[in-house]
Nanobody
Framework: QVQLVESGGGLLQAGGSLRLSCAASGRTFSYDAMGWFRQAVGKEREIVAAISRNNDIIVYKNSVKGRFTISRDNDKNTVYLQMNSLKPEDTAVYFC????????????????WGQGTQVTVSS
């Protein structure tokens, strides 16, 4: 089992920045990809970004490219999501996920999920 705990969410104005963190514990050697997904009220869960264990494969949702940056520190078993130039449409619950297979936008390919952290961006 792998446990994931997100932190760093909050309420802020448009144009601001936040950094989300996701700390993994347990059988951390059992997964390759780590990703960030989000789910807004009334919408389906969607990929934000995902990264491979070796940081050589990174996937971004088109609308966050150039604004968000995903990174991971394997020594700390932690993945980060730096979010800049935030917009009201970025408002959602953000979830961290880990999977044994490579990074993908398909949430069905991830085996472990965190409890989520709320990000609210006001206009």
């Amino acid at each position: 089992q792998v446990q994931l705990v997100e932190s760093g969410g909050g309420l802020l104005q448009a144009g601001g920045s936040l950094r989300l963190s996701c700390a993994a514990s347990g059988r951390t050697f059992s997964y390759d990809a780590m990703g960030w997904f989000r789910q807004a009220v009334g919408k389906e869960r969607e990929i934000v970004a995902a990264i491979s264990r070796n940081n050589d494969i990174i996937v971004y949702k088109n609308s966050v490219k150039g604004r968000f940056t995903i990174s991971r520190d394997n020594d700390k078993n932690t993945v980060y999501l730096q979010m800049n130039s935030l917009k009201p449409e970025d408002t959602a619950v953000y979830f961290c996920a880990a999977g044994a297979r490579g990074p993908t936008s398909d949430d069905a390919k991830y085996d472990y999920w965190g409890q989520g952290t709320q990000v609210t961006v006001s206009s």
